[in-house]
């Protein structure tokens, strides 16, 4: 299963393919449909205390179990594992985008899209104050 970051990967990816496949045919790549799922996908990978306007609203929001406050961010794969690495560049792929092309979004959008980079930046912030390699590898795979 695609984990959340490599999910932004594929998307950068098809994304760039779609272009370069739409000037060959006659299809038209919806990119506003595609940067809405893709949010919408970020919001079901959610860790810690979910806020109110969470439009995926199947699952509860994460326990703190650990010493260390290091709830937010985003799951990787659908367990509870986070892969810090990847999620920075998934963010970084996010954000260039948002300044890229966040002017053609609807406020709306461009909003949700800032709340997303905003979730992901504040979790990778608390990680810069704690020890590596917090957690339990195989406990965290096995939710």
Same mark, same amino acid.
């Given at each position: 299963? #695609? =984990?959340?970051?490599? @999910?932004g990967a594929i998307l950068l990816l098809w994304l760039l393919v779609c272009k370069s496949s739409a000037s060959v045919g006659n =299809?038209?790549?919806?990119?506003?449909?595609a940067l809405g799922k893709? &949010?919408? *996908? *970020? !919001?079901? !990978?959610? =860790?810690?205390? +979910?806020?109110?306007g969470q439009l995926i609203t199947w699952h509860a929001p994460t326990r703190r179990s650990m010493m260390v406050n290091l709830t937010g961010g985003y799951y990787d794969a659908g367990d509870? @594992?986070? *892969?810090?690495? +990847? %999620? @920075?560049?998934?963010?970084? %792929? +996010? =954000?260039?985008? #948002? +300044?890229?092309?966040?002017?053609k979004m609807k406020p709306q959008k461009l909003n949700s899209t800032r &709340?997303? &980079?905003h979730w992901a930046t504040d979790y990778l912030l608390k990680c810069s104050n704690s020890k590596?390699?917090?957690?339990?590898p195989n406990a965290d795979h096995h939710c």
């Open positions: 299963m #695609a =984990s959340p970051t490599d @999910a =299809s038209r790549p919806n990119y506003r449909d893709s &949010i919408m *996908f *970020f !919001q079901g !990978q959610r =860790s810690g205390r +979910l806020p109110r509870n @594992a986070k *892969f810090n690495f +990847l %999620m @920075a560049f998934t963010t970084t %792929m +996010l =954000s260039w985008s #948002a +300044l890229e092309f966040g002017g &709340i997303t &980079i590596p390699g917090v957690g339990d």
